[in-house]
C-alpha cells in the first residue's frame, strides 16, 4: 500500500489521483506523502510509541511494598512523630 502510493508520487501524480486510482482516503494519502517529504521514509520511525512510566524493578519493587501495609503504616507514623518532637532545654 504505502510502496504503490510513494511509486505513483515519484511518477508525478497528485494526491487527488493517487487516491481515487488506489481508492484510498485523501487524508491517508496526504499524510502519507507528508511523512514521506519530510523524513524520506514511510517506515514507522523509533521511539514513537508510548513510554513506559514503570520499569519492571520498579513494579517489583512497588508490589514487595505493598504486601504488609500496616506495618510500613505502622513505621511512617513513628517516623513522624519522631520528627516532630523537640528537644526542650532544662
Same mark, same amino acid.
Given at each position: 500500500m504505502k510502496k504503490k502510493i510513494t511509486d505513483q508520487h515519484i511518477n508525478g501524480n497528485g494526491y487527488k489521483n493517487i487516491s481515487k486510482q488506489l481508492n484510498f482516503p485523501l487524508t491517508k494519502v496526504a499524510n502519507m506523502l507528508k511523512k514521506l517529504n519530510d523524513s524520506r521514509s514511510v517506515d514507522h520511525l523509533p521511539g514513537c510509541?508510548?513510554?513506559r512510566k514503570c520499569d519492571p524493578r520498579l513494579n517489583k519493587r512497588v508490589l514487595m511494598e505493598n504486601k504488609n501495609p500496616k506495618d510500613k503504616e505502622e513505621l511512617?507514623? *513513628?517516623r *513522624?512523630?519522631?520528627k516532630k518532637r523537640t528537644m526542650y532545654p532544662l
Amino acid at each position: 500500500m504505502k510502496k504503490k502510493i510513494t511509486d505513483q508520487h515519484i511518477n508525478g501524480n497528485g494526491y487527488k489521483n493517487i487516491s481515487k486510482q488506489l481508492n484510498f482516503p485523501l487524508t491517508k494519502v496526504a499524510n502519507m506523502l507528508k511523512k514521506l517529504n519530510d523524513s524520506r521514509s514511510v517506515d514507522h520511525l523509533p521511539g514513537c510509541d508510548h513510554k513506559r512510566k514503570c520499569d519492571p524493578r520498579l513494579n517489583k519493587r512497588v508490589l514487595m511494598e505493598n504486601k504488609n501495609p500496616k506495618d510500613k503504616e505502622e513505621l511512617f507514623v *513513628q517516623r *513522624q512523630l519522631s520528627k516532630k518532637r523537640t528537644m526542650y532545654p532544662l
